[in-house]
Every structure is written in structure tokens, then in C-alpha cells.
């Protein structure tokens, strides 16, 4: 276990803040292969010693691809699991082993069913048993692995508050397995596979942290910024039943598996120039200056050798030679950031600014993975490019259609029965799809996926909403395209991997616009994976597509929004808005009725989603305000991306 040290006092390779093994990976798949071919390094050497394999396991979206892989494995002949023995980590409670979001079923879809595991050695905790029996079953449970040496392996994701299985805030180092009631944080963050908070369970059948912490080995996984806050807690914070991961920090053999954006926020990723020795680029060089004014509350020009000796930045300093030098040279490096002219200023020198100023009217193509991303994210930006004359087009990736709620939908179909019966339209095509939609709604249980029909009102009225917003900012409607890409239409949380199709759409929009500029999401904390997929999509298309001609005079810009927002050392635009613009983008975003006063996905935090905007890009403007530049009413910020 490394041990915190105060960073200044030994050799930068003695220093580590990070209490817990980590090992940090390009991305998911790939720490996810590494984690696979561990278990399957237990399994063969326990069974080469004549033992079954004792594997602890856990469900959520984090493992997916540890399991993928080891179906991979197995198939290829690499794998057998005839003489593995499996303990899950927790089931809700109550919670009926075949419903969609029991453990039971979730192990089976994703694990069980696809490899040779007999029945009799897969256990997971009751969801069903009378509570009176639970004492006795909890009890049995740990038994059971102790009979049979302890687990050999434990596979942990981690919750945003910290828990590991079901051991919410409060469990203690030696807490048993036992039912727990569940934090309201785990609750929200499960809404989207119940449907409403309502409808998720309190409680859950959990093993407790002693058991995790009797395990051989632990290995816990985190993938996303989502994850990145509560894994700096875990990993550099103190041991506290507050975040019940960081009890890990005493486990003689674990290991933090993580991806970039989930490491994001450790010291390691923040502040490496404390770590080891750093090139000194542009970027560090503009990372290393905002977090220091940032941290001491100075601005840029106000920092003094002093600040940079005293925190660690003595190296840049022999660098460079004096404050004042770096000070104004990031200073105005942030200062060309900012921009009121995000298709760049055709009367204008654009020696400094982020975009070109030829063509004068660009052909802009705006991604967005949702309906309402362009306008929640880029709402101010959209606006000025088509008040300053740029063609712009909005490309929808996905139709939305599972974030609409029930009621809406038959609200919608009312109508249209009343429209149609005022003007005695009688169309029989329309009458089937939505008497199937109206009568399977009515009897709709919980959580049960939508049929066809239904979907495809909900569909309708996310594109309405998507219509009237290009309205609202004036776009004509030939400049607004609808992708409905494939993947997502499971109507289900779970979506459907990127295929073919949907990056054929993508590349068909870019080569049928030929566009100078790119808008997308580079949003990738959405918790359901989303906009990653949309990315990946938009990625992928240029890749085959860069070397068109017209690919050469095409800038692609990357916004965020409704998650979270680019360090500040990242933005290279950053497009400022006035009081009045600020108004103007929330009207265009209300226009997203469906996602208005309580939406199907609120997750976990309560805001609107103009609120979570406006305040995200308030927060841009007082940071740039913070380190002495003009103050702002709000800002929008982009990253640039070179293939
Ligand atoms: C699941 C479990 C939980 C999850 C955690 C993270 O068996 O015990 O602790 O690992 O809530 O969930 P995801 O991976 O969905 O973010």
C-alpha cells in the first residue's frame, strides 16, 4: 500500500497520493480485457491444482465487458468454466429472480447462459425469501465461501457515493451480509432501470465489507467521470465509513482498475507535475498556471514566482524564468479563446482567434445525441452561427424515445383521435398503430419495454420538440435531419452496440452536407452510455471519410453540457453570452416540453435541465472571471478535435 506523503518533503519518485493500488487504462475495453484474463488466470491455476475456482461478482453496468470477455474465452475454447463457483455480491429485496432488473436475470443474460457454469454453483442473495428467513440465509451465504477457502477473486464496481455492493454510507469495516436499506443517491442513480424513483426497491440483500475484505484478491472497477469524484475520495482520501471503498485502502492484495475519465480527478491526472517530471507543453504549461491562480484565488497576472516555487511548479519556473513571462503567456493564450464568433469573423484578422475566418459562410453540421443536446449544450452557439449568416444543420442522432413519459404519449394520441374525428379523417393505417399503442399503455405493467407503436409516438413527439427549438432558433426545417440510429431503438435502457448501419447514417449526413464545421457531444459522463456511442459513431465516420477533399476545410468542435463541462485548461473556444442570450437559450430549451417538470430520467440530481445548463455555463464564465478575465453572464465551451 503507498502511503500519503506531503509532496514537497521527498524525491518526486517516492511520491504517490494515491493510498491503493491503480492501474489507469486507455479506455473500458481495454481495462476490461486485462480484468477478464486475470479471472481467467485463477480459474486455470486453481484448477490445475485440482480446485474449483471461487469468484466473487458483481452486476451494474461496470462489468459488462469483464463478462464479455470471458464469454470470449470461453468460446474460443481458452476458458472452461465446468469447475468455477460463483458468489454474487447483492439482489434488491424483494425482487423476483426472473424480473428485468433482478441480478438473478442480469447474471444469467450477461455471464451464465453463455458459458458451461452449472446452475448448482452460481449463487447470488435472496431477493424472495420472507424477511424473518433473511438472518439465517445471510448467514449460510458467507458459510458457504468460507467452506470453500474464501473467494479467490472479488470483482467490485463502485457506486457515486462510495458503496461497494449494496454497503451503503454508514457500513462498517466488519458489517456482515445483511440487509441493507439503500441510499437515495444508489436509488436515483437506478431510476432509469425502474422507471421512477418510486418504483426502485429500499432495500437489497448486500455481502458485507468483511467478506469483500476476507477476499484473496479484490479488483475494483470504475469506468466514466461520473465515477471520478468518489474514486479521488476513495483512492487519496481517509479511510471513513463515509465512502465505504476506501476501506479497501487496508486490503493486502487489491487493485483499482480504472479508465482515463474515471481517474480524471486524482492528483496523478490534476496535478503530475507534483508526481514525476512532466513536459512542459502548451498544455500543461496552461493546466499547471489555471490551477494554481485557481487554487490560491489569484488571477493569472497576479501570480508571483513565490506561488510557483511554493507549489511545486519550481521546475516550470527554471523553465520559463519568470512569473511574468508564463503569466502572460497563458493569459492570452485563454484570452484567444473567447470568442462571440464561433464561425469565425470574416472582417477580422483570425491570426487569434479559434476558427478561420474563410469561408465567410460556413456549412455547419450540429450532432445531437438526443433531441434537446443542441440546445441544452450549444443553445447560445447555435444561435450566433445562424444569426451570423452560417448555414446550419442539425443532425439528431437518436430519436429519445424512452425518456418520454406515459401520460404524455396518450396525451399526444388523444389529440390526434380528436383531430381526426373533428375533421372526419378516417385513415385505418393510423387507427391499428394507435389502438395498440392506447390499449397497451393502458395496461401497461412496470417497467415493461414499450411496443413499436408506442415507441413510435414517443419518437414523434421528441422530433416535434426538436422541430420547434430549430424554429424557435431559425434554421429552416430542410436543415434539420432526423437519423433515428439504429442502436438505440431497444427501447430499453440497454442500448444495442454500434453497428454498421448507424455509422453509415453518420457518414451519409457528413459527405451529403460536406460541412466546415462539426459540432458533437464529447459529453461522455452520460450515465447511459449515449453519447459515447453517438461519438464513437461520428469518430468512426471521419475516420473513413478524411481523406475526401472536403474533409480538409472541416474543423470538428466538441461541446458538453448537460453532464459535465471541459477543464478549463482544455477549452480552445469559448463563446460568451450576455444576460439576454441566456434568457433566449433557455426559451429554446423549454421547448423540450416532454423533459420538462419531472422527466423520465431525472437521475440524481433534481435540476431542470436549462438549470443544470445555465449553471454550468455561469460556472465557465466565473472561472474565466476568477483567473482576470471580462465577467460574463455565462460561456459555452469547446474543445477542437484533430484527426
Ligand atoms: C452491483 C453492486 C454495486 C455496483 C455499483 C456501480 O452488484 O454491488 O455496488 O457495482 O453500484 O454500479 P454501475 O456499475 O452500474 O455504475
Known amino acids: 500500500m503507498n502511503v500519503l506523503v506531503e509532496p514537497l518533503e521527498l524525491e518526486k519518485e517516492a511520491i504517490s497520493f494515491e493510498r491503493v493500488p491503480t492501474k489507469i487504462y486507455k479506455d473500458a475495453n481495454e481495462a476490461s480485457k486485462v480484468v477478464a484474463h486475470e479471472i481467467a488466470q485463477i480459474i486455470r491455476r486453481k484448477n490445475a491444482q485440482g480446485k474449483p475456482a471461487v469468484l466473487g461478482l458483481a452486476t451494474g453496468s461496470t462489468p459488462k465487458k ?11 475454447g481458452e476458458l ?16 423476483q429472480p426472473d424480473a428485468i432488473q433482478s441480478y438473478h436475470r442480469f447474471m444469467k443474460e450477461q455471464l451464465f447462459d453463455h458459458v458451461n457454469i452449472a446452475p448448482e454453483n452460481c449463487h447470488i442473495p435472496t431477493g424472495t425469501l420472507p424477511l424473518e428467513k433473511l438472518p439465517i440465509f445471510c448467514k449460510e451465504y458467507e458459510a458457504q465461501i468460507e467452506e470453500l477457502g474464501g473467494l479467490d477473486i472479488q470483482i467490485l464496481g ?37 422507471g421512477s424513483l418510486a418504483k426502485v426497491p429500499r432495500r437489497a440483500v448486500t455481502m458485507g465489507i468483511k467478506a469483500i475484505m476476507e477476499a484473496k484478491r479484490v479488483v475494483l472497477l470504475a469506468f466514466g467521470e461520473h465515477k471520478a ?86 521546475d516550470l519556473l527554471a523553465n520559463y524564468g519568470q512569473a511574468y513571462d508564463i503569466n502572460l503567456q497563458v493569459f492570452q493564450n485563454l484570452q484567444h479563446t473567447i470568442t462571440g464568433w464561433p464561425g469565425g469573423k ?46 446550419v444543420h442539425v443532425a439528431y442522432q437518436t430519436s429519445g424515445n424512452i425518456a418520454v413519459a406515459d401520460d404524455e404519449a396518450l396525451r399526444f394520441i388523444d389529440f390526434m383521435d380528436d383531430f381526426n374525428s373533428t375533421f372526419e379523417i378516417d385513415n385505418k393505417i393510423y387507427k391499428t398503430l394507435f389502438d395498440e399503442a392506447r390499449t397497451f399503455l393502458s395496461k401497461k405493467k412496470d417497467s415493461e419495454i414499450d411496443i413499436p407503436a408506442v415507441r413510435y409516438v414517443k419518437g414523434l413527439i421528441r422530433q416535434g420538440e426538436a422541430k420547434a427549438t430549430c424554429r424557435f432558433v431559425g434554421i429552416p426545417a430542410t436543415n434539420v435531419h432526423f437519423l433515428n ?39 461522455l459522463a452520460d450515465p447511459h452510455g449515449t453519447h459515447k456511442v ?30 459535465a463541462e471541459w477543464d478549463i485548461h482544455e477549452i480552445e473556444m469559448a463563446v460568451p453570452m450576455s444576460p439576454t442570450q441566456v434568457l433566449q437559450k433557455r426559451h429554446g430549451i423549454f421547448k423540450h416540453q416532454s423533459q420538462k417538470d419531472g422527466v423520465v430520467f431525472q437521475g440524481s440530481d433534481s435540476r431542470e435541465f436549462w438549470q443544470r445548463a445555465e449553471d454550468r455555463n455561469q460556472a465557465t ?23
Open 66 to 76: 469483464v463478462y464479455a470477455e470471458l464469454i470470449q474465452l470461453y468460446k474460443n
Open 80 to 95: 472452461s468454466f465446468e469447475n468455477v463457483i460463483t458468489f454474487n455480491l447483492d439482489e434488491y429485496y424483494p425482487m
Open 158 to 194: 463502485i457506486g457515486r457515493n462510495g458503496h461497494i455492493g449494496f454497503n451503503e454510507p454508514g457500513s462498517l469495516v466488519n458489517s456482515r451480509t445483511r440487509l441493507m436499506t439503500l441510499d437515495i443517491t444508489t436509488r436515483m442513480d437506478a431510476t432509469g432501470d425502474f
Open 229 to 314: 469524484q468518489v474514486i479521488k475520495e476513495a483512492i487519496e482520501g481517509p479511510v471513513s465509513e463515509k465512502i465505504p471503498a476506501s476501506y479497501l485502502q487496508g486490503h493486502h492484495n487489491v487493485r483499482f482498475i480504472l479508465d482515463e475519465a474515471s481517474a480524471s480527478e486524482l492528483s496523478s491526472r490534476k496535478k503530475p507535475w507534483l508526481l514525476e517530471e512532466v513536459v512542459w507543453d502548451k498544455t500543461m504549461v496552461k493546466k499547471a498556471v489555471t490551477n494554481l491562480a485557481l487554487s490560491l484565488d489569484k488571477p493569472i497576472l497576479k501570480l508571483t514566482n513565490r506561488d510557483y516555487n511554493e507549489n511545486g511548479l519550481s
Open 346 to 391: 470574416s472582417l477580422a484578422s483570425d491570426a487569434n482567434r479559434p476558427e478561420r475566418a474563410f469561408p465567410a459562410q460556413k456549412r455547419v453540421l450540429i450532432f445531437s445525441p438526443h433531441p434537446d443536446d443542441d440546445i441544452i449544450s450549444m443553445g447560445g452557439t447555435f444561435q450566433r452561427l445562424v444569426d451570423q449568416g452560417h448555414d
Open 485 to 523: 440510429m439504429p442502436f438505440y431503438e431497444t427501447g430499453a435502457v440497454q442500448k444495442n452496440p454500434i453497428g454498421e448501419p448507424d455509422i453509415q447514417i453518420v457518414s451519409d449526413i457528413i459527405s451529403e452536407i460536406k460541412p466546415h464545421q462539426i459540432f458533437a457531444a464529447g459529453d
Open 534 to 563: 453517438c461519438l464513437d459513431a461520428i469518430f468512426e465516420a471521419i475516420e473513413r471519410l478524411k481523406k475526401e477533399s472536403f474533409m480538409n476545410d472541416c474543423w470538428v468542435w466538441l461541446y458538453r453540457g448537460a453532464w
Open 621 to 643: 464564465a466565473e472561472l474565466y472571471n476568477k483567473l482576470g478575465f471580462a465577467e460574463y453572464a455565462a460561456i459555452e465551451a469547446f474543445v477542437r478535435y484533430h484527426f
